[in-house]
């Protein structure tokens, strides 16, 4: 009812705002701004909002994400009173963006629905480079006339803007963005850098061009795509140590893909080589047009296209680097989960740790000793500032709770640590600062000895998306994290150092709404210490990109929120006990998400608005000149288990690691004529979204008009074992030899596959058939035999014929699964089972088996209908 609107919602909101701040009442009003004044942060803001609708139940469902770009009281309350008198709003959950630091729900696996500490779904999962062939698709947008700004460095973007405008994309060169733009290919990562900083300003050019992106893509299709050289394998395996500081490129592009769902998106790192610009440029347009689904893809001089993925593997138990009473500096590993960490660790290894943070260690208010909660202490600082006259805004009275906690939380990590067997100081400087932090280091080797271990976590956060980010909260986020670990690389440069640790995120992996300068510094951080490990082999060196920690951040309104996302929170013990595994692992791995599986594009914040992922294709004669034998009335007919091939390249585009274990329920929704095939093609769109466990992907085929043609589930996972057994026996009469391809079948040249039918009866139909290899079909990455499994669909037509007495013409497939082969030619059998016969329709199972015996393909639940009689 109208109760809670109005003057009513004013108070309602005030008194949640100051019993979750703790700020008197009296010192709040409607007009202070939540962030600036009030230091509410967005995780204090899904709490306050939580609260609110407990409190009043007939408030407006409102879009959480349209709250979290309010700044004041007031203005929240204009907005909840306008949503109330729209009676309509689509009920929406809290966005990632209100998530602690790289917790996005969305990309973290399945995890216990219980909200107790339950580890069974944590684990270990390091990044990998993997071969990724070409799957044939373009980019959307690109053949179906986007215009594309293509900037960068002028020689490299002229040259692509070039080449792409050949293949009759509508493409140009731009100094800067247009305002209305909504599609850019940006080369700035292809730039020659002079040093570090030119590198890493280039994240922040870049970041710009995606906040001037952001007006126009945050609720439309279009495409950003970022270009670097780093190797051509992200940073993997690869020395350099001037042009990795720009490799936050792909972190960035992966929150566009949160926080813009309907754009498409890519970060490509290609390796120059001695490539010219224009060779380059064909190279990128053979990606861009003919590459797939992939978001980040590293492509090799040497013509390698790999892209990156995260496999559970756990660590491998050896030897510590570390000496006891060796020294190991810590940023940030005073407070937080860093300490908990650190003092874990210092039991195992007894060194000398020295602390660095910003914190002053000043002496406490004595009015606030033996209080411990931070209300008591802020009443008792709020009490004697009145009593001395003093006049308070919130912001202050909240520094100086802050202060107090913090040089506690400082003394119990100092003193934790010393209880474990270690030792340990602390120490006041800016990471960030490389002239106090040099100094500050040269009194710790005077008094301590070298320095052997180097861990970097330091890292603040300023949640806000891309488009309402603005420079200052970029930089004061991406410097802590990539300026400081600068910093503390140029400070031990000389310091015989056996271990360097960067604390990551797994927003770096994944991506982040809210946080795209978080997930960028994270992603630099990762890479320079692949780069830093090829260049020194003896470091054992370890980027570990944390999920969600219990504690810290994580209130009970927003662990309750990850509970029912699935995301599983890493309790502080364990998070430590894994802290201390990986510092004695000696596997390869350097980079490792830690937490729940990291699933890059899976399911989004509430499953309603999961990101669809599409692609582009052009079927014409030059692509597709088998098709000419399989036309009715002379237009080509795309054949239904082509589209079957199709859907599984593009899953496998979009799933990087993951294999399609079967197409369920392919479906000819209205079949695809071709009537441009011989006169510049025709285009088709692929779409796939997340279906509801995630597991599979829900897919269409749909034409440039947005019709859907074709659609089906794919399965995706690690494929099972092959059925094996005997087929059932069929009793077969002879074929009476009747010409298949003059009378029977439509199917001409490359689709005359039937090579002999062994028999027929009303129990089914078997043949021997040609496949791909052996039809004369071009040499391809064939994921299936297509040629094969439609010799065996024109096997179901003739069983039709036979028992609905005339044509028909496949409509459904309920299962199509299929096997690795051990040689890829040879004489195949196919038998169609009947499974059911009615008065217009057949419905049959296809089994297709190898020269062996060995059945390599299954097409399940096959119908077919008869066509009207002419």
């Given at each position: 009812?109208?109760?809670?609107?109005?003057?009513?919602?004013?108070?309602?909101?005030?008194?949640?705002?100051?019993?979750?701040?703790?700020?008197?009442?009296?010192?709040?009003?409607?007009?202070?701004?939540?962030?600036?004044?009030?230091?509410?942060?967005?995780?204090?803001?899904?709490?306050?909002?939580?609260?609110?609708?407990?409190?009043?139940?007939?408030?407006?469902?409102?879009?959480?994400?349209?709250?979290?770009?309010?700044?004041?009281?007031?203005?929240?309350?204009?907005?909840?009173?306008?949503?109330?008198?729209?009676?309509?709003?689509r009920a929406q959950g809290p966005g990632p963006s209100e998530e602690s630091p790289g917790q996005n729900a969305a990309l973290l696996g399945?995890?216990?629905?219980?909200?107790?500490?339950?580890?069974?779904?944590?684990?270990?999962?390091?990044?990998?480079?993997?071969?990724?062939?070409?799957?044939?698709?373009?980019?959307?947008?690109?053949?179906?006339?986007?215009?594309?700004?293509?900037?960068?460095?002028?020689?490299?973007?002229?040259?692509?803007?070039?080449?792409?405008?050949?293949r009759g994309v509508n493409a140009s060169f731009q100094a800067e963005l247009p305002s209305d733009c909504r599609g850019c290919i940006d080369l700035s990562g292809l730039a020659t850098t002079a040093n570090r900083d030119a590198a890493m300003a280039i994240n922040q050019r870049v970041f710009a061009h995606a906040r001037s992106l952001a007006a126009n893509l945050s609720d439309a299709e279009g495409l950003f795509v970022s270009v670097q050289d780093t190797g051509g394998s992200f940073s993997i395996s690869n020395a350099d140590s001037e042009r990795v500081w720009l490799a936050g490129l792909p972190a960035l592009i992966k929150t566009c893909a949160l926080e813009w769902p309907r754009a498409a998106v890519k970060a490509i790192d290609i390796e120059r080589g001695d490539r010219s610009s224009a060779e380059l440029a064909v190279a990128l347009a053979d990606e861009l047009l003919a590459g797939g689904g992939e978001i980040e893809v590293a492509l090799g001089a040497d013509g390698a296209r790999r892209t990156l993925i995260s496999a559970a593997q756990p660590a491998r138990p050896g030897e510590s680097v570390i000496q006891p009473g060796e020294v190991v500096v810590?940023?940030?590993?005073?407070?937080?989960?860093?300490?908990?960490?650190?003092?874990?660790?210092?039991?195992?290894?007894?060194?000398?740790?020295?602390?660095?943070?910003?914190?002053?260690?000043?002496?406490?208010?004595?009015?606030?000793?033996?209080?411990?909660?931070?209300?008591?202490?802020?009443?008792?600082?709020?009490?004697?500032?009145?009593?001395?006259?003093?006049?308070?805004?919130?912001?202050?009275?909240?520094?100086?709770?802050?202060?107090?906690?913090?040089?506690?939380?400082?003394?119990?990590?100092?003193?934790?640590?010393?209880?474990?067997?270690?030792?340990?100081?602390?120490?006041?400087?800016?990471?960030?600062?490389?002239?106090?932090?040099?100094?500050?280091?040269?009194?710790?080797?005077?008094?301590?000895?070298?320095?052997?271990?180097?861990?970097?976590?330091a890292g603040v956060l300023a949640d806000k998306r891309i488009a309402e980010k603005t420079d200052e909260q970029y930089a004061r986020v991406f410097d802590t994290k990539v300026r400081g670990l600068q910093s503390l690389l140029a400070a031990t440069a000389d310091d015989p150092l056996k271990l360097l640790c960067v604390f990551s995120s797994v927003s770096a992996r994944c991506g982040n709404t809210g946080q795209a300068d978080y997930a960028m510094a994270n992603e630099v951080l990762n890479k320079?210490?692949?780069?830093?490990?090829?260049?020194?082999?003896?470091?054992?060196?370890?980027?570990?990109?944390?999920?969600?920690?219990?504690?810290?951040?994580?209130?009970?309104?927003?662990?309750?929120?990850?509970?029912?996302?699935?995301?599983?929170?890493?309790?502080?013990?364990?998070?430590?006990?894994?802290?201390?595994?990986?510092?004695?692992?000696?596997?390869?791995?350097?980079?490792?998400?830690?937490?729940?599986?990291?699933?890059?594009?899976?399911?989004?914040?509430?499953?309603?608005?999961?990101?669809?992922?599409?692609?582009?294709?052009?079927?014409?004669?030059?692509?597709?000149?088998?098709?000419?034998?399989?036309?009715?009335?002379?237009?080509?007919?795309?054949p239904a288990v082509l589209v079957a091939e199709w859907l599984t390249r593009a899953a496998r585009s979009f799933r990087p690691g993951q294999s399609v274990v079967a197409l369920h329920d392919l479906r000819v929704l209205k079949g695809i004529t071709l009537p441009?095939?011989?006169?510049?093609?025709?285009?088709?769109?692929?779409?796939?979204?997340?279906?509801?466990?995630?597991?599979?992907?829900?897919?269409?085929?749909?034409?440039?008009?947005?019709?859907p043609r074709y659609s089906a589930e794919a399965e995706l996972?690690?494929?099972?074992?092959?059925?094996?057994?005997?087929?059932?026996?069929?009793?077969?009469?002879?074929?009476?030899?009747?010409?298949?391809?003059?009378?029977l079948l439509f199917h001409r040249g490359p689709f005359e596959l039937i090579e002999q039918v062994a028999g027929i009866s009303d129990q089914g139909i078997r043949a021997q058939l040609r496949g791909v290899a052996d039809a004369g079909w071009p040499a391809d990455d064939w994921q299936l035999d297509v040629a094969a499994l439609d010799g065996g669909m024109q096997l179901a037509v003739l069983f039709g014929q036979r028992m609905l007495g005339g044509p028909n013409l496949p409509t459904q497939i309920a299962e199509l699964r299929s096997y690795p082969r051990a040689e890829a030619g040879g004489p195949i059998t196919a038998t169609a089972y009947s499974r059911q016969v009615g008065r217009s329709a057949t419905t049959t199972d296809i089994v297709l088996t190898d020269a062996r015996g060995e059945r390599f393909a299954e097409l399940l639940g096959v119908q077919n209908h008869a066509l009207p009689s002419a």
């Open positions: 009812g109208p109760s809670t609107l109005g003057p009513d919602l004013k108070d309602l909101l005030l008194s949640v705002v100051a019993e979750k701040t703790g700020f008197p009442l009296d010192m709040l009003n409607p007009e202070m701004d939540l962030e600036a004044d009030l230091g509410v942060d967005s995780i204090k803001r899904v709490e306050i909002l939580a609260t609110l609708d407990e409190r009043a139940p007939d408030l407006p469902k409102v879009d959480r994400a349209r709250l979290t770009s309010l700044h004041t009281l007031a203005e929240i309350v204009e907005y909840l009173a306008a949503a109330g008198s729209t009676a309509e709003q399945p995890g216990p629905s219980t909200l107790g500490p339950d580890t069974s779904q944590l684990g270990r999962y390091p990044v990998t480079l993997t071969d990724a062939p070409a799957s044939g698709f373009a980019m959307p947008g690109l053949l179906s006339g986007l215009a594309i700004a293509v900037l960068g460095p002028e020689a490299e973007a002229v040259a692509l803007a070039t080449e792409l405008a050949a810590v940023s940030g590993g005073a407070r937080g989960v860093t300490a908990a960490c650190i003092a874990a660790w210092a039991g195992q290894v007894k060194a000398q740790f020295v602390l660095l943070g910003r914190t002053e260690l000043s002496a406490e208010p004595s009015e606030c000793a033996g209080l411990r909660s931070a209300g008591e202490i802020q009443q008792s600082l709020l009490n004697s500032a009145k009593a001395r006259g003093e006049k308070l805004t919130p912001a202050v009275l909240a520094g100086r709770v802050q202060q107090v906690l913090a040089v506690r939380e400082i003394e119990q990590t100092l003193a934790a640590i010393r209880t474990n067997g270690g030792q340990a100081r602390y120490l006041s400087v800016a990471v960030d600062d490389q002239a106090a932090l040099a100094t500050a280091l040269d009194k710790v080797r005077a008094e301590l000895g070298p320095i052997i271990g180097l861990v970097h976590a320079v210490a692949q780069s830093q490990r090829a260049r020194r082999p003896e470091l054992r060196v370890k980027a570990l990109g944390w999920g969600p920690w219990e504690g810290g951040m994580v209130n009970p309104a927003l662990r309750q929120r990850f509970a029912e996302l699935g995301v599983p929170m890493i309790p502080l013990d364990t998070g430590a006990q894994m802290f201390v595994a990986e510092m004695a692992d000696n596997s390869d791995a350097i980079e490792v998400v830690l937490g729940g599986e990291p699933r890059p594009q899976a399911l989004l914040s509430d499953g309603a608005d999961a990101r669809a992922e599409s692609l582009e294709l052009r079927v014409s004669i030059l692509s597709h000149d088998y098709l000419t034998g399989h036309a009715v009335n002379g237009q080509p007919v795309v441009g095939f011989s006169n510049g093609g025709d285009l088709l769109r692929i779409e796939a979204r997340p279906a509801a466990d995630g597991r599979r992907l829900a897919m269409r085929l749909v034409d440039l008009n947005g019709v996972g690690q494929p099972g074992p092959r059925q094996s057994g005997d087929l059932p026996e069929l009793d077969l009469e002879a074929w009476d030899g009747e010409p298949l391809y003059r009378d």
